[in-house]
């Protein structure tokens, strides 16, 4: 079985075995070369189960086993053996090898199980001939940030940005970033195996002694001691300062290092004895916190308390307190004073009091009536001799003391905090740090831009502490908070430093429509193309850098739905819901904190579809549905437009035919009228001269003749009279009950003697049974004498037929009159239009008379009778109307 294999070269490969040593293989000659542990060999292999084999960057050959590493020289196969050794803290930690990897700085990374990481630095150990000369370098295995989570390393590995990444049983996973933190800590944590933990969490004061110490308060905790960051000494039990919260430490101009408490007591270290001695002469201030000291140069303590400024001179031993009683301090809560370049102090207080006083104390000026501090927490002077003055308002830089030349820098300047805590100066008076709330800031100056840090960059965690802060020789600047002190060496990263490319590492869609919050993950890539129904989705990111992720800041746009680029300040995914169906372009870019945003774009193209009602063939159904209707309604609109303008062209016509009718018929009624009379006249005497027998036949044969005529033209007159009358409905129906039968019958006897003349044969067919009814003689007289006056008309052979009938139709009794001829009979083009008036049929082959206003008079009179009339007719075999009468 074997553990490990390395391909070295065409001729060379490595294989670790589990219990046969070492084996180096020739694949061209097929010839292995096997190594094991010899017991009485120092220099052979130190333990036959091999468990990693690496090959260097100088090609030195590593042989990890679990007795020991082993340097292999393949040109003289002789090893050098490296193991733990008790007595020797640069030797491996643990013989048991597990991992080698090796860094770009060419340090080997060594792990081992039981024994945490060793690092082995090749350049500094390049001529290994004495093992005990090699150093290995122990990485820690505690639970400090700076310790290894277990002992067990199973595996190391660098990923392409050079992070260290290790994992072993029991401990999780380590990770390493390539370049330390620009902010490093110091916090309270109190196990055993952390030396350099701090007293307590909160830090309210820090100074600087004239050895680069790092003294620092820590209320309960008593004050530590650290140099080059590491804790040398501690004040806390069987010291003076055991039973005493520590509010702040301050160096004097003869570098002495004083100690406040919380109950007004006074502490000054003397550095030859190493001893603290305390102050007792300051009974106005007994059991009253002490927050700030500060000395100026006329060797006067002020010391800052809540009921008041007390002035200690430490050469003189003279004491003055101020308070708003006796000179012109605004509040008694004082929190900090300062002096400037004119020997004047400044005094800031609780209340947002700012004052400034000269040497014997007179207020000078007092500009906490012209701002809104709130609550002054710190006053610092620059090498420039410029004031600045941290408020729980905003920074304000003090040039001199004209009101109109104070400097107000807020939000507008870019600080995302407005409640500064403490103010110090960096490598210039043109680099300011200061601490607010949650964060860190630093000022340039010069050109009045703001770099703000937060915990994401590494700052300890918790509420800064006012006036808390401290800078050493060599630039290090110190911040305490409530939970620990931040400090840098003030060389802020560069972006440039970094390649900083965003990848999108997840893609979810909504998977019920019905909760828009449920998403599921879909495999992504760089088109997406989703259905209507996912047009709801998010978007994981983030640097492939696992060390930059924590520092970086995202902007995101969405083409298509809006061109604006928009922040996202900590969170590294975006949703967007409900977009419409479209094509978009989500880019995605990133900067590192307090930089300029990269030009490396991540693109992302996504396309929703449309749903198949909104696709492309059904917008072109719809459209060619609308085109139709369109067309539909334009044309039936262009008809309707026809045809009113024909109707309207007819209906004029009609009313002009109309008043040329009425015209007509007015003149032919107003001559029937006329000529009425006179014919009347006329058929009087003629019908006397016809009854005298004296008259010779022949005469009397002339004068039938123009009896004939006569009567037929008052026919004709009472014809037109008649159809005057019934088309302006000026008749009324006058009806009376009589025999039906009866009255046919006498309408037709005066058909016989024009029936033998014509020689036609003339039939009435009437029933025995007398019929009485209601009729309007007259009316009946017009319909039958018109009928009967066209059949013979029409009719030059043959036979014509009067019948009556009655019969029940329906429960109904009607009685109807029949008048049927074998004449020539009525066309099918005809027959629909035999009832207009003056029409007259056309394209016979016989010969068409009469004035075309019999049927039409006949149809009047039927309507007027409420009877009904039909017709049924063929060429040339004769005619039948039916008229039908209620009985």
């Given amino acids: ?48 189960t091999v468990t990693c084999i690496f090959k260097d960057t100088r090609n ?32 491996l930690s643990n013989s048991f090898i597990q991992s080698i990897v090796e860094d770009e700085k060419s340090r080997l990374w060594i792990g081992t199980e039981g024994g945490g990481v060793n690092i082995l630095d090749l350049k500094e150990n390049f001529y290994i001939s004495n093992l005990k000369s090699a150093k290995f370098i122990r990485l820690p295995i505690c639970d400090t940030p700076d310790g290894l989570s277990g002992s067990s390393v199973q595996d190391i590995f660098i990923d392409r940005f050079n992070n260290i990444w290790i994992g072993g049983l029991g401990g999780g996973i380590n990770f390493i970033p390539e370049n330390e933190s620009f902010f490093n800590k110091l916090i309270y944590l109190p196990i055993p195996e952390n030396t350099n933990s701090l007293n307590g969490k909160v830090v309210p004061g820090m100074c600087v002694d004239n050895e680069n110490n790092l003294w620092v308060a820590n209320l309960s ?67 009253i916190p002490i927050y700030h000291l500060f000395e100026d140069s006329r060797d006067n303590l002020w010391i800052s308390t809540d009921i008041g400024l007390l002035m200690y001179n430490i050469k003189t031993t003279n004491t003055i307190f ?22 004047n102090i400044w005094v800031g207080t609780l209340g947002g009091g700012l004052g400034v006083f000269d040497k014997d104390f007179n207020r000078l000026y007092e500009f906490g009536s012209f701002f809104d501090f709130y609550s002054v927490k710190d006053i610092f002077k620059d090498s420039k001799g410029r004031i600045w003055v941290a408020s729980q308002n905003d920074l304000f830089l003090f040039k001199d003391y004209d009101i109109k030349n104070v400097v107000r820098i807020n939000e507008n300047y870019g600080l995302i905090e407005n409640d500064i ?134 902007a995101f746009q969405m083409r298509g739905l809006d061109d604006s ?14 977009l419409k169906p479209g094509n978009y372009i989500f880019n995605l870019k990133t900067r590192l904190h307090n930089s300029d945003w990269s030009n490396n774009i991540t693109s992302m193209y996504i396309k929703i579809k449309p749903p198949f009602w909104l696709s492309w063939w059904a917008k072109f159904i719809y459209l060619t549905f609308i085109v139709i209707i369109v067309y539909t309604i334009v044309r039936f609109y ?3 437009i026809t045809i009113e303008h024909e109707l309207l062209f007819e209906r004029k016509t ?19 009228h006329e000529l009425r009379t006179p014919m009347t006249l006329i058929l009087g005497p003629l019908e006397e001269l016809i009854s005298d027998n004296k008259i010779p036949p022949e005469q009397a044969k002339k004068l039938n003749s123009i009896h004939n005529v006569a009567t037929r033209l008052l026919q004709l007159i009472n014809q037109i009279l008649e159809f005057r009358r019934s088309t302006n409905k000026s008749r009324k129906l006058k009806v009376i009950k009589n025999d039906f039968t009866k009255f046919i019958y006498e309408i037709g006897l005066k058909y016989y003697e024009l029936a033998q003349k014509k020689n036609i044969e003339f039939k009435i067919d009437i029933p025995k049974d007398k019929i009485e009814m209601f009729f309007d003689s007259e009316v009946v007289s017009i319909i039958v004498d018109n009928l009967l006056s066209n059949s013979f008309k029409y009719t030059k052979e043959g036979n014509i037929i009067l019948k009556v009938q009655n019969y029940i139709e329906n429960n109904i009794d009607y009685t109807e009159i029949i008048v049927s001829d074998t004449g020539f009979g009525i066309s099918e083009h005809d027959l629909p239009h035999i009832f207009e008036r003056y029409y007259q049929a056309r394209n016979t082959h016989y010969p068409v008379s009469g004035t075309g206003i019999g049927l039409a008079i006949v149809e009047n009179m039927v309507e007027l009778h409420e009877a009904e009339i039909s017709v049924n007719s063929q060429i040339n075999q004769g005619t039948t109307f039916k008229v039908k009468f209620l009985t």
């Fill in 1 to 48: 079985y074997n553990w490990y294999v390395l391909y070295d070269s065409e001729d060379r490969i490595y294989i670790g075995h589990v219990t046969d040593g070492l084996s180096i293989l020739n694949p061209k000659t097929r010839i292995a070369v096997n190594f094991k542990h010899q017991p009485d060999n120092p220099s052979s292999l130190p333990d036959n």
């Fill in 60 to 91: 030195n050959i590593w042989i990890g086993t679990r007795n020991g590493l082993c340097l292999f020289d393949p040109i003289t196969a002789k090893m050098i053996i490296f193991k733990n050794e008790r007595d020797n803290p640069y030797s």
């Fill in 221 to 287: 905790g008593g004050i530590c001691i650290y140099r080059d960051n590491k804790k040398i000494k501690q004040f806390r039990n069987n010291s003076a300062l055991s039973s005493y919260n520590i509010t702040y430490v301050y160096r004097d101009r003869n570098s002495n290092i004083w100690a406040s408490t919380d109950n007004g007591k006074l502490f000054q270290y003397n550095i030859k004895k190493q001893i603290w001695i305390p102050f007792t002469n300051f009974e106005m201030i007994n059991s």
């Fill in 322 to 343: 101020y308070t708003t009683h006796n000179s012109g301090i605004r509040d008694d809560n004082i929190r900090v004073v300062n002096e400037d370049t004119n020997g």
């Fill in 421 to 554: 805590r403490a103010i110090i100066e960096g490598k210039t008076a043109d680099e300011i740090w200061f601490s607010t709330t949650n964060g860190i800031s630093y000022l340039d100056v010069k050109n009045m831009k703001i770099s703000n840090f937060t915990v994401n960059d590494g700052i300890a965690r918790g509420d800064y502490i006012h006036y808390s802060k401290a800078k050493t020789p060599n630039g290090t600047i110190y911040f305490g908070s409530q939970n620990g002190i931040s400090y840098f060496n003030q060389e802020i990263e560069k972006s440039a430093n970094y390649f900083l490319k965003t990848v999108i590492t997840s893609f979810l869609v909504t998977n019920n429509k019905q909760n828009l919050n449920e998403l599921i993950d879909v495999l992504y890539k760089d088109t997406m193309i989703l259905n209507y129904n996912q047009n709801t989705f998010q978007l994981h990111f983030n640097v492939m850098n696992y060390a930059l992720s924590p520092k970086v800041e995202f």
């Fill in 565 to 578: 680029w928009y922040f996202i300040n900590q969170d590294k995914y975006v949703i967007f819901r409900n």
């Fill in 638 to 640: 262009k008809n309707k």
């Fill in 654 to 672: 009609r009313e002009h035919e109309q008043k040329l009718n009425d015209e007509r018929m007015k003149f032919f009624t107003n001559i029937t």
